[in-house]
């Protein structure tokens, strides 16, 4: 009686993993992980990419190691990254308050729409540097809490 008791709760647990593994974006899987706080509106989409170096950042995605695109709740949203590998890296986000799929900027070039950088990062007279948004990843878990400005 015990023994069949027992393999029902080991079953019970092998059938329940497989639904916590798919789960996207979640928290308890992720890697790196950027929490975003203080957003002025849940309107539009957060925008977040991780880059392996300073090629492209942070303004061209396209150079970006891996994007992600997230809905705001309740004026706050996460980017989480997946399976990445001991490095060092650096993540750009922006709110794309109006989800036309890019930053909108004044006529001088400077941001209209929220942006930020992991560490906190704050550029002078520019967006921040690559070596100051830059931070050491070691396995299994970064997290960071980053204000757009």
């Not at 916590?20 to 929490?35: G, T, W, Y």
């Not at 980017?79 to 799929?101: I, M, P, Q, S, T």
Request: aromatic share 8%; charged share 20%; proline share 7%.
């Amino acid at each position: 009686m015990k023994c069949k008791a027992i393999l029902l709760l080991l079953s019970a647990g092998f059938v329940a993993l497989p639904r916590q593994a798919l789960s996207d974006n979640s928290e308890s899987s992720a890697r790196i992980v950027m929490h975003v706080d203080a957003l002025s509106t849940n309107r539009g989409s957060l925008h977040c990419a991780l880059y392996a170096n300073e090629k492209g950042f942070p303004e061209e995605p396209k150079y970006a190691l891996a994007q992600i695109k997230v809905q705001p709740r309740d004026k706050k949203a996460t980017c989480a990254f997946h399976d990445v590998k001991a490095g060092r890296y650096a993540v750009a986000l922006w709110h794309d308050v109006n989800n036309d799929g890019k930053v909108d900027s004044n006529w001088l070039g400077i941001p209209t729409e929220p942006v930020g950088a992991s560490n906190n990062a704050k550029g002078r007279f520019g967006p921040p540097k690559f070596a100051s948004a830059s931070f050491e990843y070691r396995p299994p878990l970064l997290q960071q809490t980053i204000r757009l400005q």
